[in-house]
């Protein structure tokens, strides 16, 4: 090949890169510009500058809607069983049939809310 190919074959992959971008959009939630309460029941919260999620004493999971008797603040699955945790460092290991109450194992938190939960791979859980 010609030096003058190889030139026409770089401006075409740069053309391809620079105007293939996807567009994106950051919303800051500090306006109700975009909030819209019939079709979500998020808190858009605008003082705080963020959207949040109502916490709820049920959860939804594979054999129907559970009633945990505590306000949920997070719940993770790992495919098999769930990890819910709440206000007053309320944590159970639900595995599809019942629960067992994990609160116990946690003396760290002693009251704290748990705000998040995730499942990291190799039996870990990650709890905030």
Known sequence: ?????????LLFFWAITTFSHAAT?????????????????????????QVQLQSSYQFSQ???????????????????????GGDGAKLNHYNGTSATNLSPDLPGFAGN????????GNSEWYIV
Request: hydrophobic share 35%.
């Open 1 to 9: 090949m010609n030096k003058s190919r190889y030139i026409i074959i």
């Open 25 to 49: 959009y950051n919303e800051s939630f500090s306006t109700n510009d975009y909030c819209d309460p019939g079709n979500t029941t998020a808190d858009w919260n605008t003082s705080a500058e």
């Open 62 to 84: 594979p054999a129907g809607i559970a009633n945990w008797g505590g306000q949920i603040n997070a719940v993770a699955g790992n495919g098999s069983t769930f990890l819910i």
């Open 113 to 120: 809310n748990i705000r998040a939960i995730a499942w990291g």
